[in-house]
């Protein structure tokens, strides 16, 4: 299958007052159409830097970032973003907040009826429909992000990216919102790359797993083929070898090969 | 205020439920029925109504009582002083005054001589001008010195050193630009009102969070859009606190402003009334500001609480 995106030699310095600080170091990577890939390590390795480099949001200092065969140049509707604190607008309400990113996608070619289809349409597939008119400081954490999942997903993007998605989450409301983001990307064969830190969650959802060396200069230290057949359901994975094998193998990476140093 | 009454209502309802759901949880554990855990919940409503109406009736006292507890005070130490001195006039003398003041505050006896209702009009009418006209420029400008850095360091050293200057300084310029009391003393208040506009507005501008931004930038919207959507709503509580502090000054300004240039106006008319030796009405003027300058501010107050969005 065709890579829908293509990280190649990237490097990322910023410049601090300390100095140049060198986030990522030859990072090379590939992600295919309908792809879920996680990617994971220590807090500080830069991944989200890598992520905000395929959003678009920070242009890399040296290689080259390509999606659909064109360099990223910055950021665009097409590389849908979830973000960890949900960024919904205070202002408006939840149907108005995922009906800004549709009008902004469909807009020019569609209806204003259409429009509110698929804004509904939208809130109905995370199971957020009764909460279309509340403003986001009336529904809870979980609810936000649900929304924050909606919008992205509303704008049909070629590749969704998520940042810690549900990194502000208490565990039983992770666990319902991954089980309703297995739901979602199986009806619509999104390409996903997410960010994150739980082990479980990484080999629960992703394809391949991507786990990041310690930085500075952080690169790919290894990538991992999560063999399970989707869709997949936690309780019987629980006592599945391979999903024991798979996270046997990140937390090895994570705790032995990548030993962080006393943070 | 309204703190105090919620948290009184808060500490003597919470130990009743909590009383009532232990005997109650003690009769379910002595059953050994059902979830033990419904019974609080069940219970608690039940139990609210019984404390509520006392609990308010000491909660609205606790909130009334120590403001009318100060008034009783000032008017005591007033009418003590008033008994000592032979030209200050007491409080029943005042509010006798203001009784016959309001009872006819529209009149007209020619240019000098209107009623205090007019005198509060006319300011207030200034006011409106000054500050309407200090929030069509202000805040386009507190906008433009936000979003543009070399803007902001352009005009920010000219700002700090215009903005602690007493705007009645600009008020021979606005008598030589506009060679008439009315329109100088509008231009003080414009004066006043500009800089909190400007300044709050840019600092609201700075502060539009970054997440927001990014979000405008994932969806790429239009400039258009960015600024309906995204900043303009995320700049309006800033920009509000600045109309709040500009309307308060503008207030305060606008009585010494009128002080200075005469014609019909609170200001000229305390000064009047000076003139006139009739303290008690300047006693009035003074409580009278003071009222208008409340409503002001709790106006924008009210405004100000509808457009925040509670935090996240």
């Known amino acids: ?263 | 205020m309204s703190t105090a009454t919620l948290t009184s209502g808060l500490v003597t309802v919470g130990p009743d439920t909590e009383a009532a759901s232990e005997t109650r949880d003690d009769i379910m554990a002595a059953k050994q029925e059902a979830p033990v855990a419904a019974a609080p919940l069940a219970h608690a409503p039940a139990a609210e109504p019984r404390t509520s109406f006392g609990e308010h009736c000491s909660a609205f006292l606790r909130a009334v009582l120590p403001p009318l507890l100060g008034f009783a005070f000032i008017i005591g130490l007033w009418a003590l002083v008033a008994m000592k001195s032979s030209d200050f006039p007491g409080p029943a003398k005042t509010l006798d005054a203001a009784i016959t003041l309001f009872s006819d505050p529209f009149y007209q006896n020619g240019p000098n001589d209107q009623g205090i209702g007019w005198n509060i009009l006319s300011s207030l009418k200034r006011v409106a001008i000054g500050f309407g006209v200090a929030a069509l420029v202000g805040i386009p400008m507190g906008f433009i010195i936000g979003r543009f850095a070399f803007m902001n360091s352009m005009l920010e050293p000219i700002i700090s050193i215009l903005r602690p200057v007493s705007p009645l300084a600009w008020l021979p310029i606005g008598l030589m630009v506009f060679k008439a009391a009315d329109p100088a003393s509008t231009w003080t208040i414009f004066i006043c009102s500009i800089w909190p506009m400007i300044l709050n507005t840019a600092q609201g501008v700075q502060r539009v969070p970054q997440d927001y931004l990014n979000v405008a930038r994932v969806l790429n919207l239009s400039e258009f859009k960015i600024i309906t959507k995204i900043l303009f709503p995320s700049v309006l509580p800033y920009m509000l606190t600045g109309i709040r502090l500009s309307i308060g000054t503008a207030w305060l300004v606008i009585v010494a402003a009128e002080m200075l240039t005469g014609g019909v106006g609170i200001g000229f008319w305390v000064w009047d009334e000076w003139n006139n030796l009739k303290v008690e009405h300047i006693i009035i003027a003074i409580f009278v500001i003071g009222i208008v300058g409340l409503l002001l501010e709790q106006c924008l107050l009210l405004i100000a609480r509808r457009f925040s969005y509670g935090n996240n």
């Open chain 1, 1 to 263: 299958m065709n890579a829908i995106v293509k990280v190649e030699n990237v490097g990322m310095t910023f410049d601090t007052k300390k100095g140049r600080f060198v986030a990522l170091q030859n990072v090379n990577l590939q992600i295919r159409q309908g792809e879920v890939v996680s990617l994971i390590g220590h807090s500080g390795c830069g991944k989200s830097t890598l992520l905000n480099l395929i959003a678009g949001l920070t242009l890399p200092s040296s290689g080259a970032m390509i999606c659909n065969g064109r360099e990223i140049a910055g950021p665009g509707p097409e590389r849908a973003v979830v973000f960890q604190n949900h960024s919904l607008l205070p202002w408006l309400t939840c149907f108005e907040n995922v009906h800004l990113a549709v009008e902004r996608v469909f807009g020019a070619k569609e209806g204003k009826d259409k429009l509110k289809a698929r804004t509904n349409a939208a809130l109905e597939m995370v199971h957020m429909s009764h909460a279309a008119q509340k403003m986001p400081h009336e529904i809870s954490g979980g609810m936000k992000q649900r929304i924050g999942i909606a919008r992205a997903f509303a704008m049909e993007p070629k590749i969704l990216l998520m940042d810690e998605p549900f990194g502000a989450l208490d565990a039983l409301t992770r666990a319902s919102l991954q089980d309703e983001l297995i739901g979602v990307m199986e009806k619509t064969g999104a390409t996903v790359v997410m960010v994150t830190h739980d082990v479980d969650e990484a080999v629960l959802l992703s394809d391949r797993v991507v786990m990041m060396t310690n930085g500075p200069a952080a690169t790919i230290g290894e990538i991992l083929e999560v063999k399970l057949a989707k869709p997949r359901d936690r309780l019987q994975l629980a006592h599945d070898p391979h999903f024991a094998e798979c996270r046997g193998a990140i937390l090895e990476f994570l705790y032995q090969k990548q030993m962080k140093k006393a943070a």
